[in-house]
Structure formats: C-alpha cells, structure tokens
C-alpha cells in the first residue's frame, strides 16, 4: 500500500496517476472527499482528514509499505512557521507510532540551510525533525524551483502584458517540472532504494533564467515580445498581499528570493544523470499555453 499525502496537489496527484496506471494499491490523504472522487473512481482508497490530526495520521499510515509526506502550502496562515510546525510534528509523530519502515519526504533545495530561506526553513526543521525518528528508512527528496510557479504570472500576463517577480531575471537557476517530481517519486517509492536518513537532490533539466523562461512561454502564448520584469522587494511584498497572501508568508516568501537572488540555493550546482531530469523548459512551456488559453 502507498500511501500519498497532499494527494490533490501538484506532485501528488502525478503521483496517484502513476502508482494507479500500475496496478498499485493506493491511499491517497486528503480533506475533501470531492476532490479525491476522481481518484477513488479509479480505485484509490480515500483518506479524508487534515495532516494536523496526528489520531488520523496513524491510522493512515498503518499498514503502508512506504508513505510519501509533505508540509502542503498555506498561503493565509497567520503564523506560516507555526503551521509547518504543527503539520511536521503531526506527521512525524505519525510515522512514529504507525510503524511504517518506508517514507519519502518532500523538502526543497536550500533544505540544508537552517536560515534566510522562508518558507524553506520549515522544510530544513522538519527533515531534522524526522531524521531523529527509529527504526525508519527516510528519504528526503529536495526538488528545485517549480515550473508550475510560472503560472502565477497568468493573471499578471492577462492584465498588465508582462511577467515580474523578486528574483533576478537574468540569472540562471535550476528548475523543473513536477511532473518529474512525481516520476522520481515513484521510483523511489517502487524501488525502496535508500535506508536510514538520506537526501536526492533533483534539479530539473537544465538551469533557465525567468528572463529566458518569460521570452520562451511569451512565444508559446503568441506574445513573442513578453517581458520579465525584476520588482523591488517592497513591491513585490505588496503584490503578493495584494494577491491574497498574508503578511507573514509574503515575507518568507521576499526572504526565499533574496537567498535565492544572492546564490543560497538552486545556483550553480552540479549536475549529474541522476539529479538531472528530462522535462525542458520549451515542453513545459507547452502546458503552459494550454492551460494560459483554457483559463
Ligand atoms: N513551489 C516550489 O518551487 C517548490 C520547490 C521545492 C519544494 N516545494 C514544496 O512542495 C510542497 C508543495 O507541493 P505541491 O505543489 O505538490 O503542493 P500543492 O499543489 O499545494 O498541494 C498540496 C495539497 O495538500 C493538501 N492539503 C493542504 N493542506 C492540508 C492539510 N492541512 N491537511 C491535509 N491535506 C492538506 C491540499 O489538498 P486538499 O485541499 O484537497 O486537502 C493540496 O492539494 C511544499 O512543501 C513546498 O514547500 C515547492
């Protein structure tokens, strides 16, 4: 049995996909029984219940061969370290008492720093948190930036014919499909091949600026002259609150692009066969104009 945490989500929801087209028994954990219908039409077993609820937990993870455990987004949350606290120490109290011998855990690049990094500093915790646990093998898997954050450009395409962020756009970092995410996942999950406490970094297939990412989406969506523009921290701060954000996780979020701005992470790094990861940037923007045009 697997069992998939943020089963509606970006990665999770790949990853049901691809554990289901194979046959394999799947838990998919989430809070809404609508949102998990479609994969319990094709045979996944529902766990309807919110990552806080460490009794939940338990019984979730009971009888799981290898369970795959995330700390999903919060965007409103007062207090965003707070939260991740209490989701990390729920799962971890979970994977404890369950017994479960197998778990993947989703981090992020810059898990390694304990500080500077925002919301990743909760990632950098709860790898720490669970690397204390016995007598479980535990993965921890640090993919880079998203893709799929591109996408929140759309609206900002849509309105104002131009692409901006806090980060750089002419410095080139790692990025990758969560697509490839899921695939990398799965393997992990099927093979079971780590033990004790250890980490897989995954970059994605090569590094991309957001100046080059904008220019490649702008053609794809027939705005071959699309932008990206750099904003000051203090406007891009104000922009996420303007979009719905809270105050705290929009600070994480400006602190996040200045370690990322100034190399912290996801920035000149190494790459190998095994980090390195297929999905490009011109497939991906490919998607990208599907989902630009559907909206
Ligand atoms: N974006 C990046 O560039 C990046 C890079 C590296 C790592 N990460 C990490 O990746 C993770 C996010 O992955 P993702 O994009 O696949 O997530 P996602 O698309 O935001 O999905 C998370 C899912 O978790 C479920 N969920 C949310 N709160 C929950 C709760 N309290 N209890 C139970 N389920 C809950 C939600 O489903 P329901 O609403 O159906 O419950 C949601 O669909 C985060 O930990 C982030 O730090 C992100």
Redesign the pocket.
Known sequence: MYVI????????SKLIEIMLSKGSKVRA????AD?LKPFADKGAEAAIG???DSGFLIKTFSNATVVFS?????YTARDFRAYQNE?GASIAEAIQKSGVRYVVN?S??GGQLPDKTG?IKG?HDQEGRLNKLRDVNILHVR????ME?LLMFIPMIKKMNMAGSAIRGDMKFAMIA?KDIAKFIAERMEKRDFSGKSVRDILGQRDVSLNEAVQIIGRKIGKPDLKYVQFSYEDAEKGLIGAGLSEDVSKLFIEMSKALNEGLFAVNLIRTPENTTETSINEFADTYAKIYTSG
């Open positions: 945490t943020g089963a509606t989500g970006n990665i999770g954990v989430g809070r809404s949102k919110d990552l806080s995330m700390i999903p987004p919060y989701i989703l992020s690049q919301p990632l993919p880079t930036y998203f954050n969560t």
